[in-house]
């Protein structure tokens, strides 16, 4: 989940990169960013069973967490994009900051208060603070260096975004469950320090990237493609649909982990011991990475694609119908496997697309709305079959990806529309 990158592609064309020679420092600086927002977005893994607890919440309402903090990505990324090509990216970096850390700060009042509506509302500026962070930060990597170096630039900053996410289940466990089981008479107080600590984080950066010398990235030229052309591409449709379930099971699955992890009749572990083991899911996305990259330089991505999909199904499969170590380890090591499938989705949809390419890109950013949906979805199944049960509906998402990988992401020739 926290791997998902917004471009400045809904809006505009990406600005062609610069010999830049100074660049070290900048780079360093923007890395902290993919680091903060892989962070926060895994918090909400420990964020919903605490919640949940707390306010005695059923699957559904759980869920709103999710539901609210990607719905971000779909309301918030065009007119991010639009900001930011007024106002500029550096000034869009430090806007995003700040708007993230009012969120953060939000969860204060939302604890004192014991609101549940007050921490979704704080949820949704987190996030929009975050997509407008990921407009703005996204394009400095690219240029900080020569064009064929891009790719190796992307994938460091993706790496250190995996880092945040494999961390943040220890910093949740640590200072949110401290080792507790949660009910209504605990409160939601304990959520207070942890955000406090992240706010003052993201306000240091906000401060530190106002006063950066970085480079400038120029004007934006606007795109004059359309979004109709581009959707005309079957395999770019296609693409979007596997986008969003692939957002949606991965969110959803690794929203249910404690829950599932805590289940007397599956594993049994307390919350703080289910919070930990989180590390091991996007832990596994982060190595199968490095590890993905290396095998798709001699197997086609939609044939790595399918078999990593088809790898999750068998390993949901083990989940449903499985108990203690086997049904744990499983539902862990879906991380592993879900590792290639955003980027691997992402650049076979784009796959030939030429001048459309960008306006592609916005199609698929907004189809991150799957982790809203999904995981809402899974929720209401939860809470009318089980929990173990409602592993089913990422199941099914992931057979459309294994169909995606063998024949939907074949690129496709459309009569009329220029590339």
């Not at 926290?2 to 809904?10: D, I, L, R, T």
């Not at 307390?270 to 996305?285: N, Q």
Request: charged share 10%; with cysteine; aromatic share 12%.
């Amino acid at each position: 989940m926290a791997e998902f990158s917004v471009s400045a592609k809904p809006v505009t064309e990406q600005l062609p990169p610069q010999d830049t020679s100074n660049n070290t420092w900048a780079l360093c600086s923007l890395t902290t960013l993919f680091f903060m927002w892989g962070f926060i977005t895994c918090l909400n893994d420990i964020l919903i069973p605490y919640l949940k607890g707390a306010f005695e919440l059923s699957y559904t309402q759980a869920m709103l967490i999710q539901f609210c903090f990607f719905s971000a990505y779909f309301i918030v990324s065009i007119p991010a994009g639009n900001l930011v090509a007024r106002i500029g990216y550096q000034k869009g970096i430090v806007t995003g900051l700040s708007i993230a850390a009012c969120g953060c700060l939000l969860f204060y009042p939302a604890a004192s208060m014991e609101v549940y509506l007050l921490f979704l509302i704080a949820l949704f500026v987190l996030a929009a603070g975050i997509t407008i962070l990921q407009v703005s930060a996204n394009p400095f990597v690219s240029v900080l260096g020569p064009v064929k170096t891009a790719p190796s630039r992307l994938t460091m900053t993706q790496a250190f975004n995996s880092l945040g996410t494999t961390l943040a289940p220890f910093f949740g466990a640590y200072l949110i469950f401290s080792g507790a089981e949660i009910t209504p008479e605990s409160g939601s107080s304990a959520v207070q320090l942890p955000y406090l600590l992240l706010a003052a984080a993201l306000l240091l950066l906000a401060g530190i990237f106002a006063k950066l010398t970085l480079p400038n990235l120029g004007t934006v030229k606007q795109n004059t493609a359309n979004y109709a052309d581009a959707l005309k591409f079957s395999h770019l449709k296609l693409g979007a649909i596997a986008i969003f379930l692939y957002v949606g099971a991965e969110v959803a699955i690794g929203s249910f982990l404690v829950s599932y992890l805590n289940d007397p009749t599956i594993a049994g572990l307390t919350e703080a011991e289910a919070s930990r083991l989180i590390a091991y899911y996007w832990g596994g996305a982060m190595i199968g990475r490095f590890v993905g990259a290396i095998v798709m330089q001699h197997i086609s991505a939609g044939k790595v694609l399918a078999f990593n999909a088809v790898a999750a199904i068998v390993l949901l499969l083990l989940t449903i119908f499985s108990s203690g170590d086997i049904a744990k380890w499983s539902v862990l090591a879906i991380g592993l496997f879900n590792s290639i499938m955003f980027p691997t989705i992402f650049s076979l949809a784009i796959s030939g697309l030429g001048q459309h390419a960008s306006r592609g890109s916005g199609v698929l950013c907004l189809a991150i709305v799957g982790g809203a949906i999904v995981p809402l979805l899974q929720g209401v199944m939860a809470d009318a079959i089980g929990l173990q049960l409602a592993f089913f509906l990422p199941l099914l998402c992931y057979i459309y990806i294994a169909f995606y990988g063998v024949k939907g992401s074949v690129p496709t020739q459309v009569e009329g529309v220029k590339e």
